[in-house]
Each structure stands twice: as C-alpha cells, then as structure tokens.
C-alpha cells in the first residue's frame, strides 16, 4: 500500500483564476446584452411591459437553452425578460413543479415548512 502526499492548492494560483474567469463572464456579458439591446424592441418577451433608458436596467437577456456560452450574432438563442420573468423561468429550470403565469403546478415539493406556524408561536407565548 502506498501513501499519497497531500499537495497544498495554491491560494494565489486560484485567486487569479477565478478573477480571471469573473472578468471573462462579466465582458463576455456586456457584450451580448449590448447586441441583443440594439437588435429587440425593449419589451418583456413574457409580460410584454415596455422599458425605455429610465429602466432598461431592469431587462435581462435570457438564454433560451440555458447556455451562457451560446451567443450567436443573430441573437437567435436569447430573449429579453424583465427581471421578474427571467427569475420565474429559471425557477422553472430548477423545480418544474413551479406554476407558470399563474397556472396550476405540476407537481413537485407538497409540503408546507410554514403550515404550522401559528400554533408554533401560540406555544411560544
């Protein structure tokens, strides 16, 4: 049996990677989101409310299959959502169960971690 010597990462190494990387995605960002600016009217694909340069902050470029790397000069893999459009569809990716636009679910978690709260607190007191 032989043993293995544990290697150190090395703190630095890592550091500059990860810079690195966040400078990457931020550039990377800006530049498709200033494309799909120029190419869409400043409208929510999902609740159709409209922005101008008082709140166009508020409107997300949203990759429609989920890969922040697929960014075509047509902008066909991206939609404009508001911020509160874009959240419910990745919420969507990560429980489907979530209702869509007000809808019934389908399925997912059923329990309630808030369902007994009153007789919680009426114990406390």
Known sequence: ??????????????????????????????GYRAQALKLYPWICGRCAREFDHANVRELTVHHRDHNHDNNPPDGSNWELLCLYCHDNEHQRQLDPGVPVDGGESSGGATHSPFADLAALLKRRD
């Open 1 to 30: 049996m032989t043993t293995r010597k544990r290697v150190e990462p090395d703190a630095a190494r890592l550091d500059r990677v990860v810079a690195e990387a966040r400078r990457a995605r931020d550039e990377r960002e800006r």
